[in-house]
């Protein structure tokens, strides 16, 4: 089946930093996003890209679908303690699988003040 | 408004018994999602349902994994004969409609723990 392989599996960064975080397919998708998971919730999505070559920013984040379609990466500008959680890329597929999200393994983001 | 909610929160039960967990979605949502996320790990997708039909059940592991919508709102995901291998956090999701464009908004989950 499909496989999302995320990078890096954790971070620890000091308050401040900025982030980066990819996320690469074997299998081409027809949409990207990426969710923030907190301890004992669900995932939130946070973007999502609907177009090869889109990028797109949603307050201090920034992400991009790359030209392929087996990628994606995720910036974090000037971290903030809040920022820590699980990060994760899910890709969607067209088609007769168009409904499911296939999603990276995650990283773990720590941020100290 | 009210998200998606789960019930029970945290459900634990012994090898070989029967559990249903309960998901009741965002009112007004005609699609609705079950996902497995097990420790250290992204979700993995079960079950999508579009109204009361099961569109795509092609992430159920095996027969002891069933679930129904029967009056498109509130789904129940069943398993028998419940494994050690089953623990995990089960995270039900929904959406406006089906398809790419729809955000999936989730609860927040059931932890299965079968000792």
């Known amino acids: 089946g499909q496989q999302l392989n995320q990078s890096p599996q954790s971070m620890f960064i000091q308050e401040g930093e900025d982030v980066s975080m990819n996320c690469t397919s074997s299998?081409?998708?027809?949409?990207w996003l990426w969710y923030k998971q907190d301890p004992g919730e669900g995932p939130v999505l946070l973007i999502a890209?609907?177009?090869?070559?889109e990028l797109t920013s949603n307050g201090r984040l920034t992400a991009q679908f790359g030209i392929t379609r087996k990628d994606s990466f995720l910036n974090i500008s000037a971290s903030i303690p809040s920022d820590v959680g699980i990060y994760f890329c899910?890709?969607?597929?067209?088609?007769?699988?168009?409904?499911?999200?296939?999603f990276g393994q995650g990283t773990i983001l720590t941020v100290h003040p | 408004g009210a998200g998606v909610s789960q019930t029970p929160s945290n459900k634990v039960t012994e090898k070989g018994k029967y559990v249903e967990l309960r998901c009741d979605p965002i009112s007004g949502h005609t699609a609705l999602y079950w996902y497995r996320q097990s420790l250290g790990q992204g979700p993995e997708f079960l079950i999508y349902?579009?109204?009361?039909?099961?569109?795509?059940d092609s992430g159920l592991p095996n027969d002891r994994f069933f679930a129904v919508r029967p009056e498109g709102s509130v789904s129940t995901l069943k398993i028998q004969r419940t494994e050690r291998g089953d623990s995990a956090v089960y995270l039900c999701?929904?959406?406006?409609?089906?398809?790419?464009?729809?955000?999936?908004?989730f609860g927040p989950g059931t932890r299965l723990t079968v000792l």
């Open positions: 899910a890709g969607q597929s067209g088609g007769t699988s168009y409904g499911k999200l296939t």
């Open positions: 999701a929904s959406s406006f409609s089906g398809g790419s464009g729809n955000e999936q908004f």
């Open positions: 890209l609907y177009k090869a070559g």
């Open positions: 299998s081409i998708f027809n949409t």
């Open positions: 349902f579009q109204g009361t039909g099961a569109a795509d």
